[in-house]
T-cell receptor, first 113, second 114 residues
Framework: GNSVTQMEGPVTLSEEAFLTINCTYTATGYPSLFWYVQYPGEGLQLLLK?????DKGSNKGFEATYRKETTSFHLEKGSVQVSDSAVYFCALISNFGNEKLTFGTGTRLTIIP | EAGVAQSPRYKIIEKRQSVAFWCNPISGHATLYWYQQILGQGPKLLIQ????????DSQLPKDRFSAERLKGVDSTLKIQPAKLEDSAVYLCASSLGQGIAEAFFGQGTRLTVV
């Protein structure tokens, strides 16, 4: 079945540091890939997405590139801010079968001033 | 555009009691998901509807959990009887489907079973 493996947290960085959160996937067919973010006390919201190989999703300074050859969708940001502190979830929807939305376990990110 | 609406936001019940959650998806969204998110873990899919039909309920504990989606719009998730390990946030999400559309999430219902 489909699965998503995320870098385990928690991750703690200083403000303005470079961020990478690794995500790899296993899926049938050609999935769409997503990063969702959950800020403290809030619901899940979509951060960015990519629907085909070599697509780059970007939003709020975050980027992730759909790499079919390495089945990866790593999240990056060049300079993090305290307001980026949240839990980040990598997810996929397969276009083969029932289009189930599958999540990774999440990575808690804390940015210190 | 209105988002996914869920109610109640919070619920505290004793074990062996029953509880029901309600979800109103975004208008026109054919796919509706119910997820269980236990503290510190990623969301786990309980059930997925396509219109009013069940697409996937393989991880739904059917001896105690049930869900329905009336007329392909609103949905309810019920737990009867509740156990302590059911304490979690229950998330409802909807999407257009079609394999590439993003899912939009409601605020969730935080259930505490004591």
């Amino acid at each position: 079945g489909n699965s998503v493996t995320q870098m385990e947290g928690p991750v703690t960085l200083s403000e303005e540091a470079f961020l990478t959160i690794n995500c790899t996937y296993t899926a049938t067919g050609y999935p769409s890939l997503f990063w969702y973010v959950q800020y403290p006390g809030e619901g899940l919201q979509l951060l960015l997405k990519a629907t085909k190989a070599d697509d780059k999703g970007s939003n709020k300074g975050f980027e992730a590139t759909y790499r079919k050859e390495t089945t990866s969708f790593h999240l990056e940001k060049g300079s993090v801010q305290v307001s980026d502190s949240a839990v980040y979830f990598c997810a996929l929807i397969s276009n083969f079968g029932n289009e189930k939305l599958t999540f990774g376990t999440g990575t808690r990110l804390t940015i210190i001033p | 555009e209105a988002g996914v609406a869920q109610s109640p936001r919070y619920k505290i019940i004793e074990k062996r009691q029953s509880v029901a959650f309600w979800c109103n998806p975004i208008s026109g969204h054919a796919t509706l998901y119910w997820y269980q998110q236990i503290l510190g873990q990623g969301p786990k899919l309980l059930i997925q509807f396509q219109n009013n039909g069940v697409v996937d309920d393989s991880q739904l504990p059917k001896d105690r959990f049930s869900a329905e989606r009336l007329k392909g719009v609103d949905s309810t998730l019920k737990i009867q009887p509740a156990k302590l390990e059911d304490s979690a946030v229950y998330l409802c999400a909807s999407s257009l489907g079609q394999g590439i559309a993003e899912a939009f999430f409601g605020q969730g219902t935080r259930l505490t079973v004591v």
